[in-house]
């Protein structure tokens, strides 16, 4: 079966504390992995793809095939970086469909 | 334009209303997407288009109609809903899977 599992609903730290949002997949196929923010009121927006290894505002994720997993990390929070994180699976094996996780909300404190 | 808009940002509509939601995008997107966001909880898909045909339909109840006119319109046609359809409808399109998606802002359903 096709899961993804984001296992913290809340995640609160300070700010300047290291970040580790988790996310742990299911999947036959090859996957493709995605991070999703959305910040209060605002869209949907995608943070980060495994395919293209890149860093945004700070954030990273590695995938590692052999434990199923692309948690996203960042070395110092900041307090604009309290939000709704997703993290998504799509594939070719779903035929474009894209599988989001339950959702993690960090919230950095002062 | 990288941007995908999504109009009404609200309706609210009687369950016995025929109403429609519309989706654009102008970035050359072969795939077109319809998602539900209940508060607090993960976009569910509803529905995905792919080169302006259905492709998968994720069960959805025959009370919510997609279509799609053309390459960069999608629409949601919407009848007798029931209460619990209240929810934050979602568009959203894409290049292919490695892109991942380009989100509207959503249109804000309240059915009474």
């Known amino acids: 079966a096709q899961r993804v599992t984001q296992p913290e609903k809340l995640l609160s730290v300070f700010k300047g504390a290291p970040v580790e949002l988790k996310c742990n997949y299911s999947?036959?196929?090859?996957?493709?992995l995605f991070w999703y923010v959305q910040y209060s009121r605002q869209r949907l927006q995608l943070l980060l793809r495994?395919?293209s290894r890149e860093s945004i505002k700070g954030f990273t994720a590695d995938l590692n095939k052999g434990e199923t997993s692309f948690h996203l990390k960042k070395p110092f929070a900041q307090e604009e970086d309290s939000a709704m994180y997703y993290c998504?699976?799509?594939?070719?094996?779903?035929?474009?469909?894209?599988?989001f996780g339950q959702g993690t909300t960090l919230q950095v404190k002062p | 334009d990288t941007e995908v808009t999504q109009t009404p940002k609200h309706l609210v509509m009687g369950m016995t209303n025929k109403k429609s939601l519309k989706c654009e995008q102008h970035?050359?997107?072969?795939?077109m997407y319809w998602y539900k966001q209940k508060a607090k909880k993960p976009p569910e898909l509803m529905f995905v288009?792919?080169?302006?045909?259905?492709?998968i339909n994720e069960s959805v109840p025959s009370r919510f109609s997609p279509e799609c006119p053309n390459s960069s319109l999608l629409n949601l046609h919407l009848h007798a809903l029931q209460p619990e359809d209240s929810a934050l409808y979602l568009c959203?399109?894409?290049?292919?899977?490695?892109?991942?998606?380009?989100f509207g802002s959503g249109t804000r359903l309240t059915v009474v």
């Open positions: 959203a399109s894409s290049h292919g899977d490695n892109y991942g998606y380009t």
């Open positions: 999947y036959s196929g090859s996957p493709e």
């Open positions: 495994h395919i």
């Open positions: 998504a699976l799509g594939g070719s094996s779903n035929t474009g469909k894209l599988i």
């Open positions: 970035m050359g997107h072969r795939a």
């Open positions: 288009y792919s080169y302006e045909k259905l492709s």
